[in-house]
């Protein structure tokens, strides 16, 4: 499946994390759009992602510690990864990254979920192979008109929106020597979604690549922080893809992530 970067670069500004939905049943329609998408959206064969209606609060449980409880969601999607890949959080962030952008713009609420819900309850529904895991799960349904006491508390006061500058995310790199397709690539990355907000990812940029490397090992929150650079990698591409520049991603070994090389850029922006 081509990336709809169109589609999914709006839907990268105008997304925000929903946990209090209506209730309703998707229609048969929204349900086999989104079972298409998580089928053909699948650029590792190590990663997929499941659509379950089957009673989400049998996967959700309790209190989502400050984020507030799940409420009304009528459907979720499961991201599953082979544990056995040593890449599998980074390609789990941008597959599932992938499919909440798809949901965002057919205007439907989202949530990634890494923690405090039933991994085993999910994989029972879904059917898990080998070294499988469900690694992290999104309520999606329609929101409520109104944001609820926790997302107004969350988002309100703007906690969950701050992010850090791009000096910070790039070491202070001069924006000015990057191409317009770079500086819109790590604007991209600037807001993509994280735990707790963390922004654990650095790049480091030139006219040809964006590096991202992660700032330290390991979980917080029992999310992998390679899963939200992951998340980071897709918004890369999204906004690349968008100023027309092609490319691939190269695996790294720790603390490197992944290396976007560029493979193809618009004539009118090589000056031939």
């Not at 089957?54 to 959700?60: A, I, R, S």
Request: glycine share 10%; proline share 6%; aromatic share 8%.
């Amino acid at each position: 499946m081509d990336i709809p970067h169109a589609e999914w670069y709006r839907a990268i500004r105008h997304r925000r994390s929903r946990r209090s939905y209506d209730g309703v049943p998707l229609e048969p329609e929204t349900i086999e759009r989104l079972r298409t998408v998580c089928r053909e959206f699948r650029p590792f064969p190590e990663v997929r992602s499941e659509v379950i209606e089957d009673d989400p609060d049998k996967v959700l449980r309790g209190i989502l510690g400050s984020y507030g409880k799940i409420k009304g969601a009528p459907a979720l999607i499961a991201f599953v990864g082979r544990m056995d890949d040593p890449h599998v959080q980074e390609k789990l962030g941008y597959t599932g990254e992938g499919i909440i952008l798809e949901a965002t713009s057919m205007g439907l609420g989202t949530c990634w979920v890494g923690g405090f819900f039933r991994p085993r309850v999910a994989g029972s529904l879904i059917g898990l192979t080998g070294k499988e895991k469900v690694v992290a799960v999104t309520p999606v349904g329609r929101m409520r008109d109104r944001f609820s006491r926790e997302e107004r508390v969350m988002t309100g006061f703007g906690l969950m929106h701050r992010r850090k500058s791009l000096a910070a995310l790039t070491g202070g790199a001069d924006m000015g020597l990057l191409p317009e397709w770079a500086k819109a690539a790590l604007e991209a990355a600037r807001i993509a979604p994280s735990a707790v907000n963390r922004q654990p990812w650095r790049c480091r940029a030139d006219a040809g690549s964006i590096t991202v490397s992660v700032d330290s090992p390991g979980f917080d929150i029992s999310i992998s922080r390679r899963l939200d650079c992951g998340i980071a990698m897709l918004h890369i591409e999204v906004a690349a893809l968008e100023y027309g520049v092609q490319g691939r991603w190269e695996f790294l070994s720790h603390p490197g992530v992944a290396r976007f090389t560029v493979q193809q850029v618009p004539r009118d922006q090589t000056g031939k």
